[in-house]
């Protein structure tokens, strides 16, 4: 079974950038659709994001137009490109293949002037 680790993650100011990646352990050609989290302290986990094996991409209203979700199957990595972000982006983001893939350790994104 594929696995999928998140890194990328650190401390920026409001309105900066981050891009998370999400490397697999094995080919992701053959997924059909990995999908980005967030769990803010306090919080329940949230989805951000997904991208389907074709590129088709959806996202929550609360990043649209920030956030840009992209895979790459030559590198079996995903990646999530976050811009203008905000306060309340701050939150441990996860990777996951859907529907039923396990849950990783997260790569922490603190938003904070």
């Known amino acids: 079974q594929v696995q999928l680790v998140e890194s990328g993650g650190g401390l920026v100011q409001p309105g900066g950038s981050l891009r998370l990646s999400c490397a697999a352990s094995?080919?992701?050609?053959?997924?059909?659709?990995i999908g980005w989290y967030r769990q803010a302290p306090g919080k329940q986990r949230d989805l951000v994001g997904f991208?389907?094996?074709?590129?088709?991409?959806d996202y929550e209203d609360f990043v649209k137009g920030r956030f840009t979700i992209s895979r790459d199957n030559a590198k079996n990595t995903v990646y999530l490109q976050m811009n203008n972000l905000k306060v309340e982006d701050t939150a441990v983001y996860y990777c996951?293949?859907?529907?039923?893939?396990?849950w990783g350790q997260g790569t922490q994104v603190t938003v904070s002037s």
């Open positions: 996951r293949i859907l529907p039923r893939g396990d």
């Open positions: 991208i389907t094996r074709n590129g088709n991409t």
């Open positions: 094995g080919s992701i050609f053959g997924i059909d659709v």
